[in-house]
């Protein structure tokens, strides 16, 4: 699974509500959306009794914690709202494996987010359609995600079995940080090469090699890459975006033609994973990068060890997290915090910034063991409520932001200073963060100001610290953003969300690929730089049996009625 960027931005660590951390990457804004709307519709339906339940959540994406709800803030806030709490329980283990026991058991938790295993909870039967109870109980479900109802029911049978993350409401607001892919380096690095434009991967690589070797007393790794179960992509997608294409997942889309072209077994991966090879024959490449699970590598992102490497900005939030955290207490510490870098193959435009997109194969569903749908439902679209957006993504007024005469929100300096990562785990922004229906994180309110704080111009420049104002002065720009290239609008994407019936040629195509590519990519990676093409040639030679032409046939047509229908 490619791509896999959805849900879990779960690890994007809560940075929409401070502005200097990450934040959820939204591959889900669809240019179509609707208008910024009142603050919520008033309908008795929605109001919801206040008899108090707990209901089961059971969240497919490990690292974060298990809790209530009503443990944070937010959730007891919710809670006095409509009775309802959530016991949340993450993914500990395989995927797949857990999912699997839930099937065959027949048993399932009240709500699931399964995440990549989506498409056999559905075949399983373990979603209740949605349609009746959004109509009967959902009027704030029906203002927001309204205009995606006939693309969610087509791609699922006719029936609205989940809520996808992330529609976009009111105005496109963008992303000042970097959520998406880049290759990062320690700003101490930049600093002593004397802020150099980084734009291409030999020069990348010999930034990180000549640092190293400047510093052999520090016993410094130069770049690690993780590959840990379902996030293995964060080793697999680079040759995409080397090349200039935005994370579409197993292929790189044609703007103009829209011819889908996968990449596994192309040159570009062939061009990546030799310098990693080379890296590796060089003592510079982490060899444990494929047993390390999550866990292990944010820790040695912590470690001040790590000089690169190439990953998500949401899926590094938490490291990115503890060390800007230490930087904010002291000044020296930013030399360790990590800098994003829009890296190609040779320099071209790069991609690596998402347009506007809709991710429509990953959400939250109601399992057929649920006690109370209409409870759950009921929840739902008391959050989906402009004030409870604004609750659960700013927080509370003259708590943690402020509203000025103009009506502009924003955070003092000490609101700012007081959302480290344990404040917001407590307060409830790192529970509320992404794995709910909610808006889309570079949406509006109908009042003009952004959904999400990190993306309001104001808190912005006000959470940026003297180690940010100084790196982003070197290179003259005002924001991380601006490092990158403007993203070409592309209705379909990403690409990867676009459904795949379990069992299909496509879904096996993909099951095939990855079990090849974690075969083979630690055997090219470590393997001696002599051995290489051997090697090579025979992942070429396995490879070559997939159906390939088919596969990239299908996302062709695929592609190509989403942009008829965006018409």
């Known amino acids: 699974m490619a791509a896999v960027m959805a849900m879990s931005a779960v690890a994007c660590s809560n940075g929409n509500n401070n502005g200097s951390n990450a934040s959820p990457s939204d591959a889900g804004a669809s240019p179509s959306a609707s208008e910024s709307a009142p603050a919520s519709e008033s309908a008795p339906a929605s109001e919801a009794p206040k008899d108090k339940v707990t209901f089961t959540f059971f969240n497919g994406v490990a690292g974060e914690k298990d809790l209530n709800t009503n443990e944070t803030t937010i959730g007891k806030l919710l809670e006095d709202q409509t009775g309802v709490n959530f016991k949340i329980e993450h993914l500990v283990g395989d995927l797949n494996t857990k999912v699997g026991t839930m099937i065959a058991s027949n048993t399932y938790p009240d709500v699931m987010i399964p995440d990549a295993a989506i498409e056999e909870v559905l075949k399983a039967g373990a979603f209740i ?50 959520n998406q892919g880049a290759f990062w380096v320690q700003r101490r690095v930049l600093k002593e090469a004397g802020y150099p434009q980084i734009k291409t991967l030999d020069e990348y690589v010999k930034l990180v090699e000549d640092f190293v070797a400047k510093h052999p007393d520090e016993d410094l790794t130069g770049m690690v890459s993780l590959t840990h179960d379902w996030r293995f992509f964060a080793t697999s997608n680079p040759p995409m975006h080397l090349a200039g294409f935005p994370n579409d997942g197993n292929v790189m889309v044609d703007v103009n033609t829209l011819d889908a072209k996968t990449y596994a077994g192309s040159d570009e991966t062939k061009r990546w994973l030799k310098t990693l090879n080379d890296l590796n024959a060089k003592g510079l490449f982490d060899k444990s990068s494929f047993v390390d699970n999550y866990d292990q590598y944010i820790a040695k992102l912590t470690s001040h060890k790590v000089v690169g490497f190439f990953d998500y900005g949401w899926q ?48 939250a569903g ?73 808006y ?52 379909w994407f990403p690409a990867w969300s676009i459904p795949k019936e379990q069992g299909s040629p496509q879904q096996i195509w993909e099951t095939k690929k990855d079990d090849l590519t974690k075969k083979y990519f630690p055997k090219l990676v470590l393997a001696k730089p002599a051995e290489f093409e051997g090697i090579w040639a025979e992942y070429q030679k396995e490879f070559g049996k997939l159906d390939t032409a088919g596969y990239e046939t299908w996302y062709k047509e695929q592609i190509q009625k989403v942009v008829e229908v965006a018409k």
């Open 129 to 178: 359609p949605l349609d009746d109870l959004i109509e009967q109980y959902g009027p704030n479900i029906k203002r927001v995600y309204g205009p995606y109802f006939e693309r969610m029911r087509a791609d699922y049978g006719g029936k609205i079995y989940f809520l996808p993350f992330g529609p976009q409401v009111g105005d496109y607001m963008p992303d000042p940080n970097i």
């Open 316 to 363: 590094i939030g938490n490291a990115q997290n503890v060390l800007k955290d230490a930087a904010r207490k002291d000044q020296t510490q930013d030399d360790f915090v990590y800098f994003p870098l829009p890296v190609t193959f040779d320099g071209t435009k790069d991609q690596y910034l998402d347009p506007p997109g809709w991710t429509s194969n990953r959400g």
């Open 366 to 438: 109601i399992t057929k063991s649920a006690k109370d749908p209409a409870r759950i439902i009921q929840y739902w679209d008391n959050l989906l409520k402009e004030e409870n957006q604004v609750l659960k993504s700013w927080g509370i007024k003259g708590e943690t932001y402020e509203v000025d005469d103009k009506g502009r929100f924003y955070r003092t300096a000490e609101q700012i200073a007081k959302l480290d990562d344990a404040f917001n785990e407590k307060f409830g922004f790192k529970t509320y963060d992404w794995d709910w229906p909610q």
């Open 440 to 491: 889309g994180t570079s949406s509006t309110l109908s009042d003009g100001n952004a959904l999400a704080p990190g993306y309001q111009p104001e808190v912005f420049q006000m959470s940026l610290t003297e180690g940010d104002k100084t790196i982003l002065e070197k290179y003259g720009v005002k924001t991380y953003a601006e490092m990158f290239d403007t993203p070409e609008d592309r209705p």
